[in-house]
T-cell receptor
Framework: AQSVAQPEDQVNVAEGNPLTVKCTYSVSGNPYLFWYVQYPNRGLQFLLK??????LVKGSYGFEAEFNKSQTSFHLKKPSALVSDSALYFC????????????FGTGTRLLVSP | GAVVSQHPSRVICKSGTSVKIECRSL??????MFWYRQFPKQSLMLMAT?????????EQGVEKDKFLINHASLTLSTLTVTSAHPEDSSFYIC?????????????FGPGTRLLVL
């Protein structure tokens, strides 16, 4: 069965500094990987996804993520954090063979201080 | 593009009553929509997959007679919580699938917070 781990409940970073939100996954086949962001009392907003090809994926709001097959990781990154990036971030995986279902990690709260 | 709406955004009801939540894909057609439930400070739990024109597929442990799903058109799915009880209080989020195969992406609605008194 597929699974996603987000080892950090919270990540704290100062505005202007680079940020990394970690995600590792487990699937039986090749994965489709996703990052979503959730603001308070709101649904999830799609940030980016990895399907195949270039391991570095660029997404919305200046975020990017790097797919590392050997480490089964898909860490979310941004070169310079903004206070407005403070939110809850979810990593998700879909096994090519799983037919539609997304499996989410437990989420990581990002707090960017001024 | 790829906007999904939910209505209502918040609802308070008495125990024993039924509540209907609507999920609409505003600028695309979605043959498949999903319903999730999110508890405070927890991840999303998939409840069911809603397929246009056919019966929903429920995840293990989700009561299909309690959480009725109807996907009558390509832009609308509804979730009805029947005979709601306080333990049904939660944040319900729907998503709609856009694309197929590798290009498939789920786009989420803003969520509905249900409080059962």
């Amino acid at each position: 069965a597929q699974s996603v781990a987000q080892p950090e409940d919270q990540v704290n970073v100062a505005e202007g500094n680079p940020l990394t939100v970690k995600c590792t996954y487990s699937v039986s086949g090749n994965p489709y990987l996703f990052w979503y962001v959730q603001y308070p009392n709101r649904g999830l907003q799609f940030l980016l996804k990895y399907i195949t090809g270039d391991n570095l994926v660029k997404g919305s709001y200046g975020f990017e993520a790097e797919f590392n097959k050997s480490q089964t990781s898909f860490h979310l990154k941004k070169p310079s954090a903004l206070v407005s990036d403070s939110a809850l971030y979810f990593c998700a995986v879909r096994d090519i063979g799983s037919f539609q279902k997304l499996v989410f990690g437990t989420g990581t709260r990002l707090l960017v201080s001024p | 593009g790829a906007v999904v709406s939910q209505h209502p955004s918040r609802v308070i009801c008495k125990s024993g009553t039924s509540v209907k939540i609507e999920c609409r894909s505003l600028d695309f057609q979605a043959t498949t929509m999903f319903w999730y439930r999110q508890f405070p400070k927890q991840s999303l739990m998939l409840m069911a997959t809603s397929n246009e024109g056919s019966k929903a597929t429920y995840e293990q442990g989700v009561e299909k007679d309690k959480f009725l799903i109807n996907h009558a058109s390509l832009t609308l799915s509804t979730l009805t919580v029947t005979s709601a009880h306080p333990e049904d209080s939660s944040f319900y989020i729907c998503s709609a699938r856009l694309g197929q195969g590798p290009q498939e992406t789920q786009y989420f609605g803003p969520g509905t917070r249900l409080l059962v008194l």
